[in-house]
């Protein structure tokens, strides 16, 4: 079994910062690339930005200069530091890893279940 579990988000005014972390638990054998996503009320959900295993980042364009992506190999965990919030970041944050279990060796994509964030203007 294998989970994606995310905390670390919040209600913030606008200019101020937040860092949701994305822990993966479970029979893990390696952890490929993890990304995030946000979904806006209304709205699709849409790409923010992913880290390889070895620490390459790419971020869209709405982001980009403001948000960083960083992991913890050693404790399965990832991190995207939020800076500069604007009322349009407010969406429900989530996280998206490719996964290889221990066991089976098969290779899965898995998604946390979700952090919201706020930014108030």
């Known amino acids: 079994q294998v989970q994606l579990v995310e905390s670390g988000g919040g209600l913030v005014q606008a200019g101020g910062s937040l860092r949701p972390s994305c822990v993966a638990c479970?029979?893990?054998?390696?952890?490929?690339?993890i990304g995030w996503y946000r979904q806006a009320p209304g709205k699709q959900r849409e790409f923010v930005a992913e880290?390889?295993?070895?620490?390459?980042?790419n971020y869209a364009d709405s982001v980009k200069g403001r948000f960083t992506s960083s992991r913890d190999n050693d404790k399965d965990t990832v991190y995207l530091k939020m800076n500069s919030l604007k009322p349009e970041d407010s969406a429900v944050y989530y996280c998206?890893?490719?996964?290889?279990?221990?066991?089976?060796?098969?290779?899965?994509?898995?998604w946390g279940q979700g952090t919201q964030v706020t930014v108030s203007s």
């Open positions: 479970g029979s893990i054998l390696m952890i490929n690339v």
């Open positions: 998206n890893a490719q996964i290889e279990e221990r066991w089976t060796l098969l290779t899965r994509a898995y």
């Open positions: 880290i390889t295993t070895y620490g390459s980042t």
